[in-house]
């Protein structure tokens, strides 16, 4: 069984910083694709950022610039470094593997349960 734990979500100011992080907990053989989608109220979940085993990345174009994804393997993280925040960034963030239990296997996704970010203005 694995879980995603996000943490860093909180409240800023507009022009702020803030860095999620994501650790899955249980034994997986491999993590190829992690990520970060957002939902903000009233509208569908949307992707943020991905970045793949070998540390390719994308990013949706409002956040280009601002946001930067990485991960540190070893202890199965992802993080999303948030800079130049606005108040259009509010939303519950959400964290993203795709888990492979085997070499064979195919991967899994799993999800983490959010964790909200509030710009003020």
């Known amino acids: 069984q694995v879980q995603l734990v996000e943490s860093g979500g909180g409240l800023v100011q507009a022009g702020g910083s803030l860095k999620l992080s994501c650790a899955a907990s249980?034994?997986?053989?491999?993590?190829?694709?992690m990520g970060w989608y957002r939902q903000a109220p009233g509208k569908q979940r949307e992707l943020v950022a991905t970045?793949?085993?070998?540390?390719?990345?994308n990013y949706a174009d409002s956040v280009k610039g601002r946001f930067t994804v990485s991960r540190y393997n070893a202890k199965n993280t992802v993080y999303l470094q948030m800079d130049s925040l606005k108040p259009e960034d509010t939303a519950v963030y959400y964290c993203?593997?795709?888990?492979?239990?085997?070499?064979?296997?195919?991967?899994?996704?799993?999800w983490g349960k959010g964790t909200r970010v509030t710009v003020s203005s």
């Open positions: 993203q593997f795709d888990v492979r239990f085997s070499s064979w296997s195919n991967g899994m996704r799993y």
């Open positions: 970045i793949t085993s070998g540390g390719s990345t």
């Open positions: 249980g034994s997986v053989f491999s993590i190829d694709s």
